[in-house]
């Protein structure tokens, strides 16, 4: 079955760790918590491809891990609480891993971050929704607002409105 | 009675421990990041609270995808640090307060929030950094200064809780810790965030535009922020910005009105903006604490802050 179709899937460069990739991911994230125990990291390293049969990963999966593609793990139900194990059992850093997905070295990573990280502008939608959230722009409208000590008087009132 | 007297907010990037661990707390990088908490530990030990909740989470340490509680209150008498792939944190064993903690799940699951209750459980960087940020560095064989009531909440696995069910869950706490027999001075800690993400080809998105605005309507005006939607956090403050909803919880707990006596502001530490603030309940618990000494603070808080943002 498809992929079923989710509103933050319109944010760019972000695989949102959900419950369907949660549980496509299951085999990704169970293998690289494995990786917590020196014993595994030495199996693993001896015999990559060996060791991930203890797991249940499909051959996309295993071709990811493999291959080091982090964005396709993610992509495939990977968590990165769970993806950074495996970076660190490479001897990687984080920031390491956060350059390798995002495309950039290292260096520029890190002097990106200094310089006070990416931008939020340009980088909110796929499909063009650049608008600040109205919470940024100028405060939640007002009759959204939940005040929960009034409760059963917003109700009354929702319920006149209908 | 017991009685929440204040809540502190603090981000606890794992950097910020490895940073401490490996004493690199004077290096420029992370000093501007330590500096920005001396404040925040002087107003704790002044403050001495009896016990701390502390609302954080887990970051597949103690729970992997085999287990995803949405709120997990922790029960047990003690908490160890958990291996996080280097070896525990040299940091003490989290000391737990079983009595306060029963008593919160049996009045906040009466209060239908159904948590999860852990009567073993370790616990990772999520907790132990703020702890190091607000109580200092504490050596692996001493003591943290008070007992903890840990609060795990789910925000790796999507969706968390909203921020709603997470400000309602505070008032919650309130009144459960209210209800408590024992005259207990009681700090909330909510952890997290502040805007970061650190997945995909987007990481390292940050946004001090969206942080300030949490941050003061956090003091002044949190309705503004129960209702805003995941999509906008994760939109606006990253994937993994999200994380923010648990200070939702802290503030609930808190009275309405507040007084905000220390905020500290950074960007980065790691691949994330570290936010801190420290927000004071009106009505104080009785004793201890002479009325005249917080305000002092608050002077005194209300100068580094205008230096902080400066």
Redesign the interface.
């Known amino acids: 079955m498809a992929r079923e179709q989710q509103?933050?899937d319109d944010?760019?460069?972000?695989?949102?760790?959900?419950?369907e990739r949660?549980r496509e991911?299951?085999g990704i994230?169970?293998f690289?918590?494995s990786?917590?125990k020196d014993e595994n990291r030495r199996a693993f390293k001896a015999n990559e491809a060996e060791y991930l049969k203890r797991f249940k990963l499909t051959p996309e999966q295993t071709e990811a891990v493999l291959k080091r593609d982090y964005?396709r793990m993610?992509e495939l139900g990977g968590?990165?609480?769970?993806t950074a194990?495996l970076g660190?059992t490479d001897g990687h850093s984080?920031?390491h891993l956060?350059a390798v997905?995002?495309?950039s070295t290292q260096q520029d990573?890190a002097d990106?971050?200094?310089k006070?990280?990416?931008?939020?502008e340009g980088?909110?939608?796929r499909t063009g929704?650049n608008k600040?959230?109205?919470?940024?722009s100028g405060?939640?409208a007002k009759k959204?607002?939940?005040?929960?000590k009034a409760k059963p008087k917003a109700k009354s009132k929702s319920a006149k409105r209908k | 009675m017991a009685r929440i007297i204040a809540g502190v907010g603090s981000s606890h990037v794992p950097a910020i421990g490895a940073a401490l661990d490996n004493g690199k707390t004077e290096e420029p990088y992370w000093k501007r990041v330590f500096s920005g908490f001396e404040k925040s530990q002087e107003w704790m030990r002044e403050t001495k609270p009896d016990v701390a909740i502390i609302v954080y989470n887990d970051h597949a340490s103690a729970f992997s995808v085999d287990l995803i509680p949405t709120f997990a209150l922790g029960c047990a008498a003690e908490f160890p640090p958990a291996d996080e792939g280097w070896g525990p944190r040299p940091v003490p064993v989290v000391k737990g307060h079983p009595a306060l903690a029963s008593h919160i799940a049996q009045s906040v699951i009466l209060d239908e929030f159904d948590l999860t209750i852990c009567n073993k459980m370790e616990v990772d960087h999520g907790m132990t950094v703020p702890m190091n940020l607000l109580f200092g560095k504490v050596d692996k064989n001493g003591h943290w200064p008070c007992p903890v009531v840990p609060l795990a909440v789910n925000v790796v696995m999507y969706p968390p809780p909203t921020g709603h069910r997470c400000y309602m869950l505070g008032r919650a706490i309130k009144k459960a810790v209210e209800s408590y027999p024992d005259d207990l001075r009681v700090v909330i800690f909510g952890t997290g965030g502040l805007s970061h993400q650190i997945s995909g080809p987007r990481a390292g998105l940050i946004n001090s535009k969206w942080d300030k605005n949490f941050l003061d309507n956090l003091s002044k005006d949190p309705q503004k922020l129960v209702k805003i939607p995941h999509i906008d956090y994760m939109r606006e403050a990253g994937a993994e910005g999200i994380e923010m909803v648990m200070w939702l919880i802290m503030r609930g707990a808190l009275d309405d009105k507040v007084d905000e006596v220390y905020r500290f502001y950074t960007v980065p530490a790691s691949n994330t903006a570290v936010g801190h603030i420290i927000l004071e309940n009106r009505a104080k618990a009785s004793g201890k604490r002479k009325p005249s000494a917080g305000k002092l603070k608050r002077a005194a808080a209300r100068i580094k802050v205008e230096r902080v943002r400066s």
């Open positions: 509103d933050y944010i760019p460069g972000t695989f949102v760790f959900d419950a949660s991911g299951y994230n169970m690289c918590m990786l917590m964005n993610l968590n990165i609480y769970f194990k660190a984080f920031q956060a997905m995002t495309g990573y990106m971050m200094l006070g990280g990416r931008s939020v980088n909110r939608s929704k600040p959230a109205k919470f940024v405060g939640v959204l607002v939940a005040k929960p």
